[in-house]
Nanobody
Framework: QLQASGGGLVQAGGSLRLSCAAS????????MGWYRQAPGKQREFVAS???????NYADSVKGRFTISRDTAENTVLLQMNSLKPEDTAIYYC??????????????WGQGTLVTVSS
């Protein structure tokens, strides 16, 4: 199970930190990721981090967002700085157990709403 939190309303240029708490050891999870879905748009990749801590980012958030892990708390964090109105979306965390895992391979959190006002 994944529990996402930390969303809210912020002005453009502001910051928010999202948190995704996992019910299992995140070192056992192949990739933890953040995705977002804006109104009327498809869900898109934002950032991910592997089981050994290697991050990856969408071009649209590079240099503004930072993904990290707290392995003691089994939590993945997304620090979002210099927020823009186009970052407004529901943010979801996802666990990818890897192609070798027994189904289901993917688990999703419930989503947390981020609203950036201009």
């Amino acid at each position: 199970q994944l529990q996402a939190s930390g969303g809210g309303l912020v002005q453009a240029g502001g910051s928010l930190r999202l948190s995704c708490a996992a019910s299992r050891n995140i070192r056992d999870i192949n990739v933890m990721g953040w995705y977002r879905q804006a109104p009327g748009k498809q869900r898109e990749f934002v950032a991910s981090i592997t089981s050994v801590g290697i991050p990856n980012y969408a071009d649209s958030v590079k240099g503004r967002f930072t993904i990290s892990r707290d392995t003691a708390e089994n939590t993945v964090l997304l620090q979002m700085n210099s927020l823009k109105p186009e970052d407004t979306a529901i943010y979801y965390c996802r666990a990818d157990l890897g192609p070798w895992a027994s189904p289901p391979r993917y688990s999703w959190g419930q989503g947390t709403l981020v609203t950036v006002s201009s």
